[in-house]
């Protein structure tokens, strides 16, 4: 490996500083390093960076210091050749970030030398309609590693939708919003809000309502190769789309149409130990009851 990327979270001193090591253990090893002109690491420590597209490019692995909020933000620079990612867990106990700060050289020597495993993720692909014509300017990504999700404003009413799956009318429900997540977000969004847990290499997409009106209401879990559209019949003015937390306003949301299909390209997550994902189940949800 000649070139890695680091991406810290810009908002903990704790993450910079250990995204600092990281780059000089790198540059010790004659690993060449790249950082993203908007991060924070750069500037504060007067480093070289490189645009967004050259980070992209030009990188091996990128690795991601934070949390999964962090992790997520990383993942958009991977999308476009499937760069992998290492999570290196800066904050409270991640899903995606597997390396603790203990374990950061012996996880950085191991990726050096090539001693990991690829853990292939399922992306969504969205894209948004209004009078069957397709929206482009929204500001989002059109590749999801958590989950697409429309809301209404905190001022606005529920919203009317209706689910179609290969163009087949499947349900219509009153709801605050709805959630469609990858099995990687099932333990994110999704999972607030009723959803179900997921084991992350599996391959579904995952349908939830966020408080519907109805006294039965449940996820829905499709196949990986169907295609989804969800159709607002919304009286609001504005309602919000969301991918992976980054967030758009739907102004006049009626009869906007979001079509959701699994995506060609894969997110390629680093990994040491198989059972990572149960790992942190165990410690997340079980050892807390």
Do not use: W
Request: net charge neutral.
């Amino acid at each position: 490996m000649k070139t890695v990327g680091i991406i810290s979270n810009n908002e903990k001193q704790k993450a910079i500083e250990i995204a600092r090591s990281v780059h000089d253990h790198f540059a010790e090893k004659g690993i060449k390093v790249l950082l993203p002109e908007e991060d924070l690491l750069p500037k504060k420590y007067s480093l070289p960076s490189v645009s967004r597209d050259y980070f992209s490019d030009q990188c091996e692995a990128i690795i991601s210091v934070g949390g999964d909020g962090t992790f997520l933000r990383a993942s958009k620079y991977s999308f476009k050749n499937e760069i992998p990612i290492m999570g290196i867990n800066a904050g409270n106990l991640g899903f995606l970030t597997e390396v603790d700060t203990e374990n950061i050289s012996e996880a950085m020597n191991a990726l050096i030398e090539g001693s990991y495993h690829i853990e292939k993720r399922m992306l969504l692909k969205g894209e948004l309609f209004k009078n069957n014509k397709p929206i482009r300017n929204t500001g989002l990504p059109e590749l999801a590693l958590n989950e697409f999700a429309i809301t209404r404003s905190m001022s606005e009413k529920v919203i009317k939708m209706e689910i179609f799956v290969n163009g087949l009318p499947i349900k219509k429900f009153v709801a605050d919003g709805i959630i469609i997540a990858t099995p990687t977000g099932s333990t994110a969004y999704s999972l607030s809000a009723g959803g179900p847990v997921v084991e992350p290499e599996a391959k579904t997409i995952i349908i939830t309502p966020i408080c519907p009106h109805t006294l039965f209401s449940r996820s829905i879990i499709l196949g990986p190769d169907k295609v989804l559209e969800v159709r607002l019949s919304s009286g609001n003015k504005i309602d919000i789309l969301s991918v992976d937390g980054k967030t758009a306003l739907l102004e006049d949301p009626f009869e906007y149409v979001l079509k959701v299909i699994r995506s060609k390209k894969n997110l390629n997550l680093i990994s040491f130990n198989p059972n990572a994902f149960f790992k942190v189940f165990k410690e997340k949800f079980i050892e807390r009851i």
